[in-house]
Each structure stands twice: as structure tokens, then as C-alpha cells.
């Protein structure tokens, strides 16, 4: 029996989640971008997506681009960028750590920008002095509850060793 597709979602990472209706049983399937099927439940055997189908799947919109709407409606001077730092929080280039520090990649990945809660280090922010993307996309991973990374190089806490050599005194 044929299967069917019910259900089509392109998702963020430009793969596809299908729902199959075969044979009164429904079967769930990642494909590929290209159509093809890559898992299935059930390890049943399904057809490629065709181009229609694709192009009619209902399209996965990441949490941050809510929060990017949000933001540019309260501020809208600040809509083109909490529009680019939704695009770093949902291409997963923001990595948060433990001790509130974040670290953005920009979005060619060439340039890795060091941000805390009151700075950053790009030209956006050095100029203006403001909110840069960097800051926004830092508090729209802290909203969404993004998991904290732990420093992979950590600064060391205790104290530096000193070498302490006395003179010694000629006795007395
Ligand atoms: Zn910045």
C-alpha cells in the first residue's frame, strides 16, 4: 500500500519531519533537504519528497524570531538588529557560559565576539555603544533557557605560587 504524507515541517536545520499515514498506522520520518528519506519509525521504506511537497511543508520558525518581534516592537529603532541576532541565536552561533559571558560567532565565522551582560567587543558596540546584535542574541539565549557551557580553559582560582627566599641573617 502506498503510504501518504499528512504532515510536513521544514525544520530549522533545513531537513524535513514527515508524518506517513501507511496502511492505517502512522509513521514518522526525517528526510533530507533533498527529499529523501534518512530515519523512519519503523524502518519503513518511504517514498522522496517530491518538490511540491517541500515547497508546500509548513516551515519551523525558531523561538528567538518571536522574541525578535517582540523586541522590535518595544524598540523599534533596534528592528534590523534583534532581526540579525535571532538569525546568530537560531544558527546556533551564540555559546553561553556558566559564569554569564557569552561568545557569538559572527555569522561568516570568521570573527568570534567576546560579550558579558554590559559589553562587547565589536565595532557596532565600540562605536555606538549600545546594543549590538551580539548583546541582543546573548539575553535571547539566556530567554530561551539555552544551556549554559562550561569555560573549557578555566582561569585558575587559586592563587599564583610565589617563590619566598629568606635572607639569612648572620647569627648573632
Ligand atoms: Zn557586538
Redesign the pocket.
Same mark, same amino acid.
Given at each position: 500500500m502506498k503510504p501518504t504524507l499528512t504532515q510536513l515541517t521544514h525544520l530549522s536545520t533545513g531537513d524535513y519531519f514527515a508524518t506517513w499515514q501507511r496502511g492505517g498506522t502512522a509513521v514518522e520520518a526525517l528526510h533530507g533537504s533533498d527529499g529523501r528519506c534518512l530515519a523512519s519509525s519503523l524502518g519503513a521504506k518511504l517514498p522522496r519528497l517530491t518538490k511540491a511537497e517541500m515547497a508546500a511543508a509548513h516551515t519551523e520558525r525558531h523561538p528567538a524570531y518571536d522574541l525578535a518581534d517582540q523586541g522590535a516592537a518595544a524598540r523599534p529603532e533596534l528592528a534590523r538588529r534583534m532581526q540579525a541576532a535571532a538569525d546568530l541565536v537560531a544558527g546556533g552561533l551564540v555559546s553561553l557560559y556558566e559564569d554569564g559571558a557569552a561568545v557569538?560567532a559572527s555569522r561568516s565565522q570568521a570573527t568570534l565576539?567576546q560579550?558579558d551582560d554590559h559589553r $562587547? *567587543? $565589536?565595532q *557596532?558596540?565600540l562605536y555606538r555603544g549600545s546594543w $549590538?546584535?551580539?548583546?541582543i542574541a546573548r539575553r535571547m539565549a539566556l530567554a530561551l533557557g539555552q544551556p549554559e557551557l562550561v569555560r573549557p580553559f578555566a582561569a585558575p582560582t587559586s592563587p599564583q605560587p610565589r617563590l619566598s627566599i629568606s635572607q639569612s641573617s648572620p647569627a648573632g
Open positions: 557569538v565576539h560579550v $562587547c *567587543d $565589536c *557596532d558596540f $549590538c546584535a551580539h548583546r
